[in-house]
């Protein structure tokens, strides 16, 4: 009985929305999962080890591409939205989000410390009638077997009776104009069917996007890594052709667009210089780490990620190539980076293969610049680069190769045809420029 007393009272204060939200952790998922709970009447508390990030929320700034800056400012002035450094505040909430860094390590095996270590500090704190959701990128098991025993050790509740835990994989694509936080389809895997009703219900009150439950947070933990591992194999595939044509003498972009217009059993990916982001590059190897418990080697999985971790050193090998026909060896020659984010058009650097490009180019001897109009400098194993503020006729001029590595819209391409000596463009960004004699694609 108490068990469905405890639902039935969760259940209400989502309905009337007098239930407090609580989000751990106030990066790319967090601030915009947020803001989206405070704009739909949730009171809701940010928290973040980050200090600097916990004044910005509380001044309505905004450092999230993808949050409207008057929708941050709004809902901080009515006190809908507040953050804070103090863990405390969990004891007043009850739904509780988890949306901390999950990296690997040196190793290439998941780091889940950060979870970890906030499902210590919420078990301190967590309140009777509670909800638990982890929505941070990790192997399937993490919600069983490393938060529940960790949450009901520490508060000395019991999980399903006293408490609700649940996983629901965020579904982040930074820059992208048409889904967004509010509008994206949502994953749900609950402890219990009782868990899933619950988080079920708060998303369905939030989100505009439709909310499919999963049995158990193990299918909705392997989903996500099913969604990433999809698109690191395909890529990798798409780089492998861009290779193999290269060596054929084949324009691999030119194939690429003749394959997508079979209207059927086919999707277009592109290759580049390698992944950038948090999720691709990453999430495969939390499954290939997590199937050697069952002694199992992700061939597949494996095999793209070499091929896509080697694709920066093939930008230098095929960099090195073109500098030839001028005679001009890579030690000694001056490199002009184009976009060092991860994608186009946006501020986030994270992963992103540019900074693995530059590094190689100056471990080979080469005197390194960049110019990004979205990151205009960044820190890359504990050394800060500053690019340049314009790209300017006398700075293509002065390079003897300009390198686009990522595929922004606002870069004058046509300036960099005319001005630069030679061009290698592993995004195909420069597609449309008619005057090709300096322009080589990957």
């Known amino acids: 009985m108490m068990k469905n007393t405890t639902k039935e009272q969760l259940l209400e204060k989502i309905k009337n929305k007098t239930a407090v939200v609580a989000v751990i952790g106030l990066g790319y998922v967090g601030l915009p999962l947020a803001v989206e709970k405070a704009k739909a009447g949730y009171r809701t ?10 004044d910005k929320v509380n001044a309505g700034e905004n450092y999230i591409g993808d949050v409207v800056d008057s929708d941050l400012k709004d809902i901080v002035k009515t006190g809908m939205l507040s953050a804070t450094t103090d863990f405390s505040v969990v004891e007043r909430a009850d739904f509780i989000a988890i949306c901390v860094p999950t990296p690997l390590d040196d190793y290439k095996q998941p780091d889940i410390s950060y979870v ?10 967590l309140k009777p009638g509670a909800i638990v959701v982890l929505e941070s990128t990790t192997y399937p098991g993490t919600t069983e077997e490393l938060l529940l025993p960790i949450l ?5 509740l019991v999980c399903g009776v006293d408490f609700y835990l649940a996983f629901s994989p965020e579904r982040v694509d930074p820059g992208n104009l048409i889904y967004k936080t509010k509008n994206t ?5 609950g ?5 899933t009703e619950i988080a079920a219900a708060m998303y369905r009150n939030v989100l505009e996007g439709d909310i499919f439950e999963a049995s158990s947070p193990r299918v909705a933990e392997m989903e996500k890594i099913l969604e990433n591992t999809y698109r690191n194999i395909n890529i990798g595939l798409a780089n492998e052709m861009a290779i193999i044509c290269h060596k054929m003498g084949i324009d691999v972009w030119e194939v690429i667009d003749a394959a997508k ?4 059993g086919f999707q277009a990916f592109y290759p580049g210089p390698g992944l950038g982001g948090h999720c691709i590059p990453l999430d495969p190897y939390y499954l290939s780490w997590k199937a050697r418990e069952y002694d199992y080697h992700t061939q597949l999985i494996e095999t793209s990620g070499i091929i896509n971790d080697s694709m920066p050193q093939y930008v230098i090998q095929r960099s090195s190539h073109i500098l030839n026909r001028f005679k001009k060896p890579l030690n000694g020659s001056k490199i002009l980076i184009l976009g060092v984010a991860y994608k186009q058009d946006i501020e986030d650097y994270r992963e992103s293969p540019a900074l693995k490009v530059i590094e ?3 471990e080979e001897g080469c005197t390194v610049e960049f110019f990004d109009p979205y990151v205009p400098s960044y820190r890359f194993k504990g050394i800060q680069k500053v690019g340049h503020e314009k790209l300017t006729q006398a700075i293509l001029k002065s390079a003897d190769l300009v390198v686009v590595t990522t595929a922004h819209t606002n870069v004058d391409y046509e300036m960099v045809q005319h001005n630069a000596v030679a061009i290698f463009d592993t995004k195909n960004a420069m597609k449309h420029i008619e005057n090709r004699i300096n322009i080589e694609r990957l």
């Open 116 to 125: 970890k270590q906030s499902t210590i500090e919420i078990s301190k704190h």
């Open 152 to 156: 009901e050790k520490g508060s000395g």
């Open 185 to 189: 389809p949502k994953v749900v895997g």
């Open 45 to 54: 508390i940010g928290f973040d080890v980050q200090a600097d990030k916990v």
């Open 261 to 264: 217009t079979k209207p059927y």
């Open 191 to 195: 402890v219990g069917k009782d868990a």
């Open 360 to 362: 190689i180019f100056e």
